[in-house]
């Protein structure tokens, strides 16, 4: 198994402990037809998104998170508003106070 679908597995774990609500991992397009079947086979709902030819994000986790990712329209991520990054931190776990300073900080060099 390659190093990747190892990673994506770790993911999987925590998702079922509940240590996560949703997940984002960044693999070669080669692994996400098989990581996706995986993820059907578990009923875990999922959205993916291509970031190159070769890569592809998938978002995998809680219904409702999936849904709002999904709401942003497919954008590469440093295309997201400052308003729509802060909920993706949030929704993937960081440190919340990092993600307020990241939000103010997205928002003030855009008001500038």
């Given at each position: 198994m390659s190093a990747d679908l190892q990673i994506?597995?770790?993911?999987?774990?925590?998702?079922?402990?509940?240590l996560r609500?949703?997940?984002?991992?960044?693999?070669?397009r080669v692994h996400s037809?098989?990581?996706?079947a995986r993820l059907d086979q578990k009923d875990i709902r999922y959205f993916v998104q291509d970031v190159?030819?070769?890569?592809?994000?998938?978002?995998?986790?809680?219904?409702?998170?999936?849904?709002?990712?999904e709401s942003f329209g497919v954008k590469h991520l440093h295309e997201l508003t400052p308003e729509q990054d802060?909920?993706?931190?949030?929704?993937?776990?960081?440190?919340?106070?990092n993600q307020y300073e990241r939000f103010l900080q997205?928002?003030?060099?855009?008001e500038k």
């Open positions: 994506c597995n770790h993911h999987l774990y925590e998702l079922k402990k509940g609500d949703m997940v984002l991992v960044t693999i070669p037809e098989r990581f996706c190159s030819d070769r890569k592809v994000n998938i978002f995998f986790g809680r219904s409702e998170c999936i849904t709002i990712v802060f909920i993706l931190g949030i929704m993937l776990g960081y440190n919340s106070i997205r928002k003030n060099a855009r």
